[in-house]
Protein backbone atom coordinates (compact mmCIF):
# COMPACT_ATOMS: atom_id res chain seq x y z
CA UNK A 1 0.00 0.00 0.00
CA UNK A 2 2.73 2.19 0.58
CA UNK A 3 3.79 2.04 -3.21
CA UNK A 4 0.49 3.23 -4.08
CA UNK A 5 0.51 6.08 -1.76
CA UNK A 6 4.21 7.30 -2.74
CA UNK A 7 2.79 7.15 -6.77
CA UNK A 8 -0.19 8.62 -6.27
CA UNK A 9 1.75 11.88 -3.90
CA UNK A 10 4.40 12.01 -6.91
CA UNK A 11 1.67 12.08 -9.73
CA UNK A 12 -1.76 13.66 -8.37
CA UNK A 13 -0.01 15.79 -5.94
CA UNK A 14 -0.09 15.73 -1.99
CA UNK A 15 -2.64 13.49 -1.16
CA UNK A 16 -3.18 12.31 2.52
CA UNK A 17 -3.15 8.76 3.41
CA UNK A 18 -6.59 8.49 5.04
CA UNK A 19 -8.07 10.21 1.44
CA UNK A 20 -6.07 6.90 -0.23
CA UNK A 21 -7.96 5.02 2.03
CA UNK A 22 -11.40 6.04 2.02
CA UNK A 23 -11.42 7.02 -1.83
CA UNK A 24 -13.65 5.38 -3.89
CA UNK A 25 -13.36 1.78 -6.06
CA UNK A 26 -14.06 3.68 -9.27
CA UNK A 27 -11.83 7.39 -8.54
CA UNK A 28 -9.00 4.41 -7.06
CA UNK A 29 -9.30 2.22 -9.78
CA UNK A 30 -9.24 4.97 -12.61
CA UNK A 31 -6.06 5.82 -11.16
CA UNK A 32 -4.34 2.48 -10.83
CA UNK A 33 -5.48 2.21 -14.57
CA UNK A 34 -3.59 5.75 -16.11
CA UNK A 35 -0.28 4.13 -14.26
CA UNK A 36 2.06 4.41 -17.54
CA UNK A 37 4.33 1.07 -17.89
CA UNK A 38 7.53 2.92 -17.86
CA UNK A 39 6.53 3.48 -13.68
CA UNK A 40 7.92 0.67 -11.34
CA UNK A 41 4.88 -0.22 -9.59
CA UNK A 42 3.23 -1.01 -13.59
CA UNK A 43 6.27 -3.78 -13.56
CA UNK A 44 5.28 -4.89 -9.90
CA UNK A 45 1.20 -5.10 -10.68
CA UNK A 46 1.93 -6.80 -14.39
CA UNK A 47 4.37 -9.44 -12.43
CA UNK A 48 1.68 -10.27 -9.91
CA UNK A 49 -1.11 -10.79 -12.15
CA UNK A 50 0.58 -12.33 -15.91
CA UNK A 51 0.11 -15.57 -16.32
CA UNK A 52 3.55 -17.35 -17.28
CA UNK A 53 2.34 -20.49 -18.61
CA UNK A 54 1.07 -18.37 -21.64
CA UNK A 55 4.63 -16.80 -22.65
CA UNK A 56 6.27 -18.61 -25.24
CA UNK A 57 9.69 -16.79 -25.34
CA UNK A 58 11.59 -19.26 -22.67
CA UNK A 59 14.06 -15.94 -21.79
CA UNK A 60 10.74 -13.38 -21.31
CA UNK A 61 8.94 -16.60 -18.76
CA UNK A 62 11.87 -17.34 -16.48
CA UNK A 63 12.31 -12.49 -16.54
CA UNK A 64 8.05 -12.72 -14.98
CA UNK A 65 8.64 -16.10 -13.11
CA UNK A 66 11.69 -14.04 -10.79
CA UNK A 67 9.66 -11.00 -11.01
CA UNK A 68 6.55 -12.84 -9.72
CA UNK A 69 8.36 -14.38 -6.88
CA UNK A 70 10.34 -11.19 -6.40
CA UNK A 71 6.87 -9.49 -6.05
CA UNK A 72 4.60 -11.35 -4.83
CA UNK A 73 2.61 -10.96 -1.26
CA UNK A 74 4.01 -12.23 1.18
CA UNK A 75 2.47 -14.82 3.09
CA UNK A 76 1.35 -13.94 6.52
CA UNK A 77 -0.83 -15.80 8.51
CA UNK A 78 -1.11 -14.77 12.83
CA UNK A 79 -2.89 -16.89 15.13
CA UNK A 80 -5.93 -15.42 17.02
CA UNK A 81 -4.14 -15.06 19.83
CA UNK A 82 -1.80 -13.07 18.39
CA UNK A 83 -4.20 -11.20 16.56
CA UNK A 84 -5.85 -10.07 19.99
CA UNK A 85 -2.55 -9.25 21.19
CA UNK A 86 -1.29 -6.58 18.42
CA UNK A 87 -5.38 -5.06 18.34
CA UNK A 88 -5.27 -4.89 22.28
CA UNK A 89 -1.85 -2.98 21.99
CA UNK A 90 -3.19 -0.37 19.91
CA UNK A 91 -6.33 0.05 21.70
CA UNK A 92 -4.35 0.75 24.82
CA UNK A 93 -1.96 2.73 23.11
CA UNK A 94 -4.78 4.78 21.65
CA UNK A 95 -5.94 5.12 25.35
CA UNK A 96 -2.57 6.15 26.41
CA UNK A 97 -2.74 9.02 23.46
CA UNK A 98 0.06 7.11 21.49
CA UNK A 99 -0.59 6.64 17.99
CA UNK A 100 -2.52 3.73 16.59
CA UNK A 101 -0.38 2.95 14.15
CA UNK A 102 2.52 1.60 16.09
CA UNK A 103 2.45 -2.22 16.58
Known amino acids: MEQ ?3 FFCSRY ?3 SY ?3 LNMGYEEF ?3 LSS ?3 DEPIYKIFKSRSIEVNKIKDKEER ?3 VEMKQVNRIP ?3 LSTNEVDNILRNKVR ?3 DGERLNKV
Open 35 to 37: IPE
Open 75 to 77: DIY
Open 29 to 31: SAK
Open 62 to 64: KYW
Open 18 to 20: DEL
Open 13 to 15: GNI
Open 4 to 6: IYA
Open 93 to 95: GFK
